[in-house]
């Protein structure tokens, strides 16, 4: 595969885990910048080794035991049904019905309860290292489950997710480590909005090849039925701004 | 991280149960169609399983505006 196609095929699984890891490095960055860098840096490399087992184990063994066209027709419901709730959400969030993930709120946050269970700077900083193990284990397995289904495809699919988390991983985490605050400035609710509709179509395409159906050129009706889902929901937000009064923004769970 | 599966179930079939509930039965009759319907069918199942499905996330969030212009209105109150 040339680096072009590579980069193309690795996008989606690019944007997709960067929305995991700008979540985990936010929640690391606040247990580091609080209680010291060792205890999180510690917690965070066993996280990743955890998951590396996990990818290895059950992602490697699904992808080559099960199949192709029945993991296609999992994976693509299990997509459709991941890819229709951010969306959904992030619609919410677009017409001011939820309130829009605030990174630099969840930073401070973090840092208050951090500082509130205070420090003895001779033990080992559990906390520290518990907090930041849970937060990259929890962001990692969603972008372990990303990997895995933007991979099902098999061969050079699960070689080009692979790659595109890898990438997301080393930015996100470089542009935490040279800021050294929470990732205020990445638009999360727009990635959140175009990584639901790039997943709902993948989730489409993918169903639909599982039941045998051939889409016109391939691959190339992805773009289009991503546009379509983004047309859509674009359509949801508008007639959802017209529904509610002028500035009325509440934070309305559960509807 | 059995923890953080189980709210992400939680959050899809129980916060999200109506929208999860529907794109499983619009993946039931897809499946339904392009067993039955022969290879003509099994070409265009794609097709009507986006219209379902967009048909679907719309729906779904106009009842949730439906719900939140309700919920404003009581609170004006």
């Given at each position: 595969m040339d680096p072009v196609t590579l980069a193309i095929h690795a996008t989606p699984a690019f944007v997709a885990s960067a929305v995991e890891f700008v979540e985990a490095t936010t929640i690391v960055l606040a247990v580091g910048v609080t209680r010291g860098w060792r205890a999180p840096l510690l917690g965070t490399a066993a996280a990743t080794a955890a998951l590396a087992?996990?990818?290895?184990?059950?992602?490697?063994?699904?992808?080559?035991?099960?199949?192709?066209?029945?993991?296609?027709?999992?994976?693509?419901?299990?997509?459709?049904?991941?890819?229709?709730?951010?969306?959904?959400?992030?619609?919410?969030?677009?017409?001011?019905?939820?309130?829009?993930?605030?990174?630099?709120?969840?930073?401070?946050?973090?840092l208050a309860e951090l500082r509130a269970q205070g420090l003895h700077r001779k033990e080992f900083d559990w906390i520290g290292f518990l907090v930041a193990f849970k937060a990259v284990l929890l962001e990692g397995?969603?972008?372990?489950?990303?990997?895995?289904?933007?991979?099902?495809?098999?061969?050079?699919?699960?070689?080009?997710?692979?790659?595109?988390?890898?990438?997301?991983?080393?930015?996100?985490?470089?542009?935490?480590?040279?800021?050294?605050?929470?990732?205020?400035?990445?638009?999360?609710?727009?990635?959140?909005?175009?990584?639901?509709?790039?997943?709902?179509?993948?989730?489409?395409?993918?169903?639909?090849?599982?039941?045998?159906?051939?889409?016109?050129?391939?691959?190339?009706?992805?773009?289009?039925?991503?546009?379509?889902?983004?047309?859509?929901?674009?359509?949801?937000?508008?007639?959802l701004k017209t529904l509610l009064p002028e500035g009325a923004q509440i934070e309305a769970r559960n509807v | 991280m059995f923890k953080g599966i189980w709210s992400t179930l939680v959050g899809l079939l129980i916060e999200d149960g109506q929208l999860a509930i529907g794109a499983l039965i619009a993946l039931a009759i897809t499946w339904a169609v392009a067993n039955a319907g022969g290879d003509s069918a099994r070409q265009v199942v794609g097709w009507a399983l986006l219209v379902m499905v967009l048909l679907l996330v719309v729906a779904n969030l106009y009842r949730a505006g439906l719900v939140a212009r309700t919920r404003v209105s009581s609170a004006r109150r």
């Open positions: 087992v996990i990818i290895a184990t059950l992602g490697v063994a699904i992808v080559t035991v099960v199949p192709e066209l029945l993991l296609k027709g999992i994976v693509g419901s299990l997509l459709l049904l991941f890819g229709l709730r951010w969306l959904r959400k992030a619609v919410l969030r677009f017409a001011g019905i939820v309130a829009i993930h605030d990174e630099e709120l969840i930073y401070l946050r973090e397995t969603e972008v372990a489950f990303i990997v895995i289904a933007f991979g099902a495809a098999g061969g050079t699919a699960f070689t080009a997710a692979t790659v595109g988390a890898i990438a997301a991983g080393v930015f996100v985490i470089a542009l935490g480590a040279a800021l050294r605050q929470p990732l205020t400035m990445v638009p999360e609710n727009w990635l959140k909005f175009g990584v639901g509709a790039m997943l709902c179509s993948f989730g489409v395409f993918w169903f639909a090849e599982a039941l045998g159906m051939q889409w016109p050129g391939d691959a190339l009706s992805i773009p289009l039925i991503v546009v379509t889902f983004l047309a859509a929901s674009w359509l949801a937000v508008r007639i | -």
